[in-house]
């Protein structure tokens, strides 16, 4: 015994201070085995002065003693004996100049400190190191000028509530307390995402299915708060208790956001999205609404995650206005809708394409008129104005309104009719025009549209997942998964192919046809693509695409086995090409893209590709080809 602890003992560098209280002393042997594991060991390396003090989160005296007796100027000792008594903070850590200190608090039941359980213990311990490091490279200084910055900028926002709502003392200790929980959650976030990228997923989510009781979902119960709601009014009256259930809402997202990053094919995707259908089943049940506008902080994450300070004011800024939008009664879907506008001008007008953009904002602008006029309670007037604006900016003149309510009407005298099935078809109208651009801008290798192009989608998205039951759930989820699936990749020919399959299932929601090659179809085509060294542009995919196209309508009056098939192929085919003078180098190109398109379309057998071919390329070279010059 004695060889182990000396063993363990010489592992641990003297830079590193490990302080037991309370119980934790009887932990001591097994405590230090985990700390002196090579993982734990290369991120506490950079830390000049690390200590990790473990003590019971449920009598924090003696912990309380160590930091009265810490070098530590009096404020900073003030500001971290604070810490123990937020509700929401257990374990954490603090530094000051060089110095670190890691708090581990735990309960003496704690399923963390059972011998089985030494990944979700390693886990926890990890995060809390990680926050150390990231604080040495300067990241805690960056966060608070964001926050400092946004501060300034939400209480210019708040003026807006009309005095004699609230005390205007009280207004700025709740900015306070929401701004405090709003900073700790992203450190948490930025500490997550970054275990996560060092391949270290497993021990974190260990640590939270643990700490948050999956295994005994059945004896979890949620704190309730009294938060009311209403579109238009005012109806919050004690802000404390709206601060305490926002910052409760809060509090959890670090748990399940970072997963976001994951790929749909990590071994630890499957596990993170059952921790997240745990945490908003089991968790967030109180307050219902703040708990669904978490979808719009996800989606921020997603489309702009960064270090930097432009995603640091994104967070606060959404994170603020939601509140804001919350004390008010602001509708929250024409608040999504009013976004979405902003985000596709922006989009187009840095494309220069202005008959685009109208074609992608004129529906959500309809969509916007007929949901003020079915639920006008908590829109502000000035967004009226807003929309009254760009009604006229973008000619939607008197008679074409009066054509939309006519249209309204209809569906909602139709006793299967509903708003929100007129109000989607409009919205995915939208989303359709959007996706195509979207297409033609990343075939053409531009990506650095990607990010606006998704938060554009995912926005609109959002504004339809407050239809609830009258949503289309098919619609709804697939775009929503092929949007994040996109926005997590990084490789060039992933991207494309989820894009393309992004633009043909929206278009096919609004034009369906049976010749239209399905989302397999399209894959399969873009693999062939790849094997074959095709390159991956607009031009040869609407090209592949018509070839399915044109099979798929010869598949339709003819049976497979028929002798006319493959010469009815390629003709079809060849009407396509028509007015193309094609060399020797783009014949052999078409041929291989017309082999990628007969592999991808269902129902052609392998056999019946040679035939088809056959019969195009002597139609081809017979016609087409140019003229060799003397």
């Given at each position: 015994?004695y060889l182990?602890?000396?063993?363990?003992?010489k592992?641990i560098?003297?830079?590193l201070?490990?302080?037991?209280?309370?119980?934790?002393?009887e932990?001591?042997?097994?405590?230090?085995?985990?700390?002196?594991?090579?993982v734990?060991l290369s991120l506490t390396e950079?830390i000049?002065?690390?200590t990790?003090?473990f003590s019971d989160?449920?009598?924090?005296d003696e912990v309380k003693?160590f930091v009265?007796?810490?070098n530590?100027?009096?404020?900073?000792?003030?500001?971290?004996?604070r810490l123990f008594?937020?509700?929401f903070?257990t374990?954490?850590?603090?530094?000051?100049?060089d110095?670190e200190?890691?708090?581990i608090?735990?309960?003496?039941?704690?399923?963390?400190?059972?011998?089985?359980?030494?990944?979700?213990?390693k886990g926890?311990i990890?995060?809390?190191?990680l926050h150390?490091?990231?604080?040495?490279?300067g990241?805690?200084?960056r966060l608070k000028?964001?926050?400092?910055f946004s501060l300034?900028?939400?209480?210019?926002?708040a003026?807006i509530i009309p005095s004699g709502?609230f005390n205007?003392d009280?207004?700025v200790?709740?900015l306070k307390q929401?701004?405090?929980?709003?900073l700790?959650?992203?450190k948490?976030?930025?500490?997550?995402?970054?275990?996560?990228?060092?391949?270290?997923c497993?021990?974190l989510?260990?640590f939270?299915?643990s700490?948050?009781g999956?295994?005994?979902?059945?004896?979890?119960?949620p704190?309730?708060?009294h938060?009311?709601f209403?579109?238009?009014?005012?109806?919050i009256k004690?802000?404390?208790e709206?601060?305490?259930?926002?910052?409760?809402?809060l509090?959890l997202?670090?748990?399940?956001?970072?997963n976001m990053v994951l790929e749909t094919d990590?071994i630890?995707?499957?596990?993170?999205r059952?921790?997240?259908?745990?945490?908003?089943n089991?968790y967030?049940?109180?307050?219902?609404?703040?708990?669904r506008?978490?979808w719009?902080?996800?989606n921020?994450?997603?489309?702009?995650?960064s270090?930097?300070k432009?995603f640091h004011?994104?967070?606060?800024?959404?994170?603020?206005?939601l509140a804001l939008?919350?004390l008010l009664g602001?509708?929250f879907?024409?608040y999504?809708?009013?976004?979405a506008?902003?985000?596709?001008e922006?989009i187009?007008d840095?494309?220069?394409?202005?008959?685009?953009?109208?074609?992608a904002?004129?529906?959500i602008?309809?969509?916007?008129?007929?949901?003020?006029?079915?639920?006008?309670?908590?829109?502000q007037q000035?967004?009226?104005?807003?929309?009254e604006?760009?009604?006229?900016v973008?000619l939607i003149?008197e008679?074409e309104i009066?054509?939309?309510e006519?249209?309204?009407e209809?569906?909602?005298?139709?006793?299967?009719?509903?708003?929100?099935?007129?109000?989607?078809?409009?919205?995915?109208?939208?989303?359709m025009v959007l996706?195509?651009?979207f297409?033609?801008?990343?075939?053409?290798?531009?990506?650095?549209l990607l990010?606006?192009?998704?938060?554009?989608?995912l926005t609109?998205?959002q504004?339809?997942?407050?239809l609830?039951?009258?949503?289309?759930e098919?619609?709804?989820h697939?775009?929503?998964?092929?949007t994040?699936r996109?926005l997590?990749?990084?490789?060039?020919f992933?991207?494309?192919?989820l894009?393309?399959n992004l633009?043909?299932?929206?278009?096919?929601d609004?034009?369906s046809?049976?010749i239209?090659?399905?989302p397999?179809e399209v894959e399969e085509?873009?693999?062939?693509?790849?094997?074959?060294?095709?390159p991956?542009?607009?031009a040869?995919?609407?090209l592949?695409i018509s070839?399915?196209?044109?099979?798929?309508t010869?598949l339709?009056r003819?049976a497979?086995?028929?002798?006319d098939?493959?010469l009815?192929t390629?003709q079809?085919?060849?009407v396509?090409?028509a007015?193309?003078?094609?060399?020797?180098?783009?014949?052999?190109?078409?041929?291989?893209i017309l082999?990628?398109?007969?592999?991808?379309?269902?129902?052609?057998p392998?056999?019946m590709?040679?035939?088809?071919?056959?019969?195009f390329?002597?139609?081809?070279?017979l016609?087409n080809?140019k003229e060799e010059k003397?």
């Open positions: 015994m182990m602890e000396t063993n363990l003992m592992n560098p003297n830079s201070n490990i302080i037991f209280h309370n119980f934790f002393n932990f001591e042997e097994h405590l230090r085995e985990i700390i002196a594991s090579s734990i950079p000049v002065d690390l990790i003090s989160i449920e009598n924090p003693k009265a007796a810490l530590f100027p009096q404020n900073e000792i003030d500001s971290l004996r008594d937020n509700p903070q374990s954490f850590s603090y530094g000051f100049e110095k200190i890691v708090f608090q735990l309960e003496k039941t704690s399923p963390l400190l059972k011998t089985s359980n030494n990944s979700g213990l926890l990890l995060h809390e190191i150390s490091v990231q604080r040495q490279r990241l805690e200084v000028n964001s926050l400092v300034d900028l939400f209480q210019e926002l003026a709502s205007r009280e207004l200790e709740f929401i701004s405090q929980v709003a700790l959650t992203l948490d976030v930025y500490a997550n995402v970054e275990m996560i990228k060092r391949g270290l497993s021990p989510l260990d939270f299915l700490e948050l999956f295994e005994e979902d059945s004896y979890i119960t704190p309730v708060f938060t009311p209403k579109k238009g009014e005012i109806s004690n802000l404390d709206f601060a305490k259930a926002f910052n409760y809402t509090s997202i670090p748990a399940w956001l970072p990590s630890d995707y499957k596990r993170s059952e921790l997240k259908s745990f945490i908003f089991s967030y049940t109180n307050p219902s609404l703040i708990t506008e978490m719009h902080i996800e921020i994450f997603l489309t702009s995650f270090f930097s432009s004011l994104k967070w606060f800024g959404a994170i603020f206005n939008e919350y602001e509708d879907v024409f999504h809708l009013s976004k506008v902003e985000l596709i922006v187009y840095s494309l220069g394409l202005a008959e685009r953009k109208g074609l904002i004129i529906p602008l309809k969509a916007a008129y007929i949901h003020k006029k079915e639920y006008p309670a908590g829109i000035k967004n009226i104005n807003v929309l604006s760009m009604l006229k973008y003149d008679e009066s054509e939309l006519e249209s309204l209809e569906i909602i005298n139709n006793e299967e009719g509903h708003f929100g099935h007129f109000f989607e078809d409009l919205l995915h109208v939208s989303i996706t195509r651009d297409r033609r801008e990343i075939m053409v290798s531009n990506f650095n990010n606006d192009f998704s938060r554009a989608i609109i998205l504004a339809i997942n407050y609830g039951d009258a949503c289309d098919k619609y709804y697939m775009v929503r998964l092929i994040k996109l997590r990749s990084d490789n060039i992933k991207q494309k192919k894009v393309l633009e043909i299932f929206t278009k096919q609004i034009y046809s049976e239209d090659p399905s397999f085509l873009l693999f062939n693509y790849d094997f074959f060294e095709i991956i542009t607009n040869t995919t609407d592949g070839f399915i196209q044109s099979t798929k010869v339709n003819v497979i086995t028929d002798s098939f493959p009815l390629s079809f085919i060849n396509l090409l007015d193309k003078t094609l060399d020797q180098e783009e014949i052999d190109q078409l041929n291989m082999v990628s398109s007969l592999i991808a379309t269902a129902g052609v392998f056999t590709i040679q035939p088809v071919l056959e019969n390329i002597g139609n081809v070279n016609n080809i003397i």
